[in-house]
Nanobody
Framework: QVQLVESGGGLVQAGGSLRLSCAAS????????VGWFRQAPGKEREFVAG????????SYAGNLKGRFTISRDTAKNTVNLQMNSLKPEDTAIYYC??????????????????WGQGTQVTVSS
């Protein structure tokens, strides 16, 4: 089993930036595809960004690419989500998820076996 812990959330003004981090224990993160999802109150959980197993590519929600960047920090065994030009509509709980298999799509929740508990991101106007 792998355990995931998100960190880096907080309160930021519109236009600001945050960097979220997803830390894994139990196995090197390079063996997992990792996705970031978010869920706002009253809304469904939605895909934000994903990165395939080490050596693979990345994907983003169409309306987020250019503002958000997902990356691996192999030295820290983490996957990060750099969030720039934040907007109030980005306010949500952000979750990271990991898959030990090869998801057909990084954007579907059913492809992931492990989930963190989430970190709150609040963007004020």
């Amino acid at each position: 089993q792998v355990q995931l812990v998100e960190s880096g959330g907080g309160l930021v003004q519109a236009g600001g930036s945050l960097r979220l981090s997803c830390a894994a224990s139990g196995r090197t993160f390079s063996s997992y595809a990792v996705g970031w999802f978010r869920q706002a109150p009253g809304k469904e959980r939605e895909f934000v960004a994903g990165i395939r197993r080490s050596g693979g590519g990345t994907s983003y929600a169409g309306n987020l690419k250019g503002r958000f960047t997902i990356s691996r920090d192999t030295a820290k065994n983490t996957v990060n989500l750099q969030m720039n030009s934040l907007k109030p509509e980005d306010t949500a709980i952000y979750y990271c998820a990991a898959s030990s298999t090869t998801p057909y799509s990084l954007a579907v929740t059913t492809g992931y076996q492990y989930w963190g508990q989430g970190t709150q991101v609040t963007v004020s106007s």
